[in-house]
């Protein structure tokens, strides 16, 4: 399988829904300035690397600070490279190594979730985003708010867009899939995902698991394993089930991921399944149950 491009026999008119799609989380974390890395690293590949692995969905936090848009997990800053010297990975960095990927294979689609992840700027965070990144190149971007056919945003970037727009002259209309309203979902007392309405059209949603205060047993056992069994997309509704949980990444990644390439995954659509330390391998995993894809 040519992983770099493995959407290409997928049909146009297949809403992006209904596509089992391989993603990270926290995908910028590769490098960190954190003095005990192990908790925030949780990739083993750079942006590019990831999508010719496979993905299709990156989850990239963000904050604005002296008028830079730097990769963080939570309020740790994101290096380019391992050495200290590299210096911070810019937003502007991810967006190049994307387009650049997209030019290059013109039949895929990367779903961006953006979410401002520290700082208190809120209200000039989006805008600002806006501005630099998406006005000046409005052929990188699909920025409405409802879920699209695959051939409407091949060689394009979904915006998926988590933090508010900051001012009432904006629309959530046509400024990405408004996931600005997702909760929360840090407690241990339920295991089960969450609903988050976000479409133009009263139908549409999103399914999120993302049960991140779980232990690596109990996030497999009762989170990750129900939202494969139990929920499953629809043209009208996103499924986005998180592998990743709190603690050790690296650990937790040994675990969970072990669990997921022994599982027998079914022939249907699970919409977006996002890890902690992608591996092609898991990728190709999650992309064999699009039969299209297969061929």
Request: glycine letters at 4%; one cysteine or more; charged letters at 25%.
């Amino acid at each position: 399988m040519h992983t770099e491009n493995w959407m290409k026999n997928i049909p146009d008119e297949t809403p992006l829904s209904m596509i089992s799609i391989p993603g990270t989380h926290d995908s910028a974390a590769r490098f960190t300035t954190a003095p005990t890395p192990r908790i925030f690293c949780c990739q083993d590949m750079s942006v590019k690397n990831q999508l010719l692995s496979g993905a299709r969905f990156l989850d990239i936090r963000l904050i604005l600070s002296h008028n830079k848009f730097k990769a963080v997990h939570f309020f740790i800053r994101c290096r380019k490279e391992k050495e200290l010297s590299s210096g911070t990975l810019l937003f502007d960095d991810i967006l190049c190594d994307t387009a650049e990927f997209l030019k290059e294979n013109p039949t895929e689609t990367v779903i961006m979730s953006v979410k401002m992840d520290f700082g208190i700027n809120v209200r000039e965070f989006y805008q600002s985003f806006v501005r630099r990144y998406i006005e000046p190149q409005k052929e990188y971007w699909y920025t409405e708010n409802k879920i699209p056919n695959l051939g409407a945003v091949r060689g394009k970037i979904v915006l998926m867009r988590r933090c508010m727009l900051g001012t009432n002259e904006l629309s959530s209309v046509d400024n990405g899939l408004d996931f600005s309203y997702w909760e929360d979902q840090k407690g241990t007392d339920n295991p089960l995902p969450l609903p988050c309405w976000f479409g133009n059209e009263e139908n549409e949603k999103a399914i999120i698991q993302d049960r991140y205060a779980l232990t690596k047993e109990e996030k497999w056992r009762s989170a990750v394993t129900t939202m494969l069994c139990d929920y499953r997309p629809h043209k009208n509704v996103m499924a986005l089930n998180f592998l990743s949980t709190r603690g050790n990444p690296r650990e937790n990644a040994d675990y969970i991921n072990k669990k997921f390439s022994e599982y027998s995954l079914p022939d249907k659509p699970l919409g977006i399944i996002i890890f902690d330390f992608l591996t092609e391998a898991l990728a190709e995993k999650v992309i064999n149950t699009n039969t299209e894809a297969k061929k």
